[in-house]
C-alpha cells in the first residue's frame, strides 16, 4: 500500500507542471555563429582481445582535447594512415578532463530559471571550452596504464581548483555475430 501525499507535496508537483507547461525553449537564431571544434584524424590501436594482433582504426579526435593532454605522442596514437574507420558502437579508451575554478558559482538556468551549480571555468556563454576528452591507447593493458598515469600527473595542476578532474574510460569493443 503506497503513503498518501500531503497537500503541499500536491501542490508542489502542480506548481512544477505548470512551469513545465510554460516553458518555450528559446529559438536559435537564423544567421547564429556556432562554435566550432577542430577534428583531426588519428591512428588508434585496439587494445581488445577480441580484435586481431596489432589492429588499428582511424578515429577522430578533438584538437584541443589533444593539445590539452600534451599532444598526439603521450597519448598513444599515431598520425592518420589508411586504416579502416572504426565500426559502429566502438568506443575508444579515452581520457577526460574538467577544468574548473577555484570556487564554484550558483548559477540559473536561462529558460526554467532552476539553479544549478556551475563547476566550470570561465563564465557561461563566454565561450570558454573547459571539458576535454582524448582517446588514449598503448600495445599492452600495463603500457596503457603507465601512459594514463603519466598524463594525469603532467596535466593535473592544469585542472584549475579543488573541483577540476581527470578520469579514464576504458574501451568498449563491439563483438557481434549473426548466423544463418
Known amino acids: 500500500m503506497s503513503r498518501r501525499k500531503s497537500a503541499k507535496q500536491l501542490e508542489e508537483q502542480l506548481k512544477y507542471a505548470k512551469a513545465r507547461e510554460a516553458y518555450n525553449p528559446p529559438l536559435r537564431e537564423e544567421g547564429a555563429a556556432t562554435q566550432r571544434q577542430p577534428k583531426i584524424a588519428v591512428k588508434y590501436a585496439i587494445l581488445s582481445p577480441l580484435a586481431l594482433p596489432d589492429a588499428a582504426l582511424t578515429i577522430q579526435a578533438s584538437k584541443k582535447a589533444i593539445?590539452?593532454?600534451?599532444?598526439?605522442?603521450?597519448?598513444g596514437l599515431?598520425?592518420?594512415?589508411?586504416?579502416?574507420?572504426?565500426?559502429?558502437?566502438?568506443?575508444?579508451?579515452?581520457?577526460?578532463?574538467?577544468?574548473?575554478?577555484?570556487?564554484?558559482?550558483?548559477?540559473?538556468?536561462?529558460?526554467?530559471?532552476?539553479?544549478?551549480?556551475?563547476?566550470?571555468?570561465?563564465?557561461?556563454?563566454?565561450?570558454?571550452?573547459?571539458?576535454y576528452t582524448a582517446p588514449i591507447t598503448a600495445d599492452t593493458p600495463t603500457n596503457l596504464k603507465?601512459?594514463?598515469?603519466?598524463?594525469?600527473?603532467?596535466?593535473?595542476?592544469?585542472?584549475?581548483?579543488?573541483?577540476?578532474?581527470?578520469?579514464?574510460?576504458?574501451?568498449?569493443?563491439?563483438?557481434?555475430?549473426?548466423?544463418?
Not at 81 to 108: C, N, Q
Open 67 to 75: 593539445d590539452f593532454f600534451g599532444g598526439i605522442t603521450p597519448l
Open 78 to 131: 599515431a598520425a592518420f594512415s589508411t586504416d579502416p574507420e572504426a565500426p559502429r558502437g566502438f568506443k575508444p579508451a579515452r581520457i577526460l578532463a574538467m577544468v574548473s575554478d577555484s570556487s564554484p558559482a550558483i548559477v540559473r538556468a536561462k529558460g526554467s530559471n532552476r539553479p544549478y551549480t556551475r563547476y566550470g571555468s570561465g563564465t557561461r556563454g563566454g565561450g570558454t571550452q573547459y571539458n
Open 146 to 180: 603507465a601512459k594514463v598515469t603519466a598524463v594525469v600527473a603532467a596535466e593535473k595542476g592544469s585542472v584549475g581548483g579543488a573541483y577540476g578532474r581527470i578520469w579514464f574510460e576504458p574501451e568498449d569493443y563491439p563483438y557481434a555475430a549473426s548466423g544463418e
